[in-house]
C-alpha cells in the first residue's frame, strides 16, 4: 500500500470523526497489520482524552480526541458518563 496523500488523509479524519471510538479504533487496528497504539485514552490536552494509532504501512499517525460528558437522572440520581470523538487528526509520519 502506498502513502497516503492529504486528499485521502482528510477523507479517513472525516469518516473517523462520525463514528463512535471503538468502531475507529477498530478500523484503525484492521487497516494496516503493522500499525499500533501509541497512545491509549492519554489526558495530555485539558477535558480531552487522546488515542494515538501509527499506520507505519500507510506513513500516517492518527490522533482521536474524546470529550468526556456527564449525565444525572433525575429519579434515581445515578451519574453516568460518556465519551464522544470530538476531532481526529490525521499526519503523515
Do not use: C
Not at 24 to 38: C, F, N, Q, S, T
Request: proline share 3%; charged share 30%.
Amino acid at each position: 500500500m502506498s502513502v497516503l496523500n492529504a486528499d485521502e488523509r482528510q477523507q479517513l479524519a472525516d469518516e473517523l470523526v462520525n463514528k463512535k471510538f471503538l468502531a475507529a479504533k477498530w478500523k484503525l487496528l484492521h487497516m494496516d497489520p503493522k500499525g499500533r497504539i501509541r497512545y491509549f485514552r492519554n489526558t495530555q490536552r485539558v477535558g480531552f482524552l487522546m488515542t494515538t494509532f501509527d499506520l507505519p504501512t500507510y506513513g500516517a499517525k492518527v490522533t482521536i480526541y474524546e470529550q468526556h460528558s456527564q449525565k444525572t437522572d433525575k429519579l434515581t440520581n445515578k451519574i453516568s458518563g460518556d465519551n464522544k470523538v470530538a476531532e481526529v487528526i490525521v499526519e503523515p509520519l
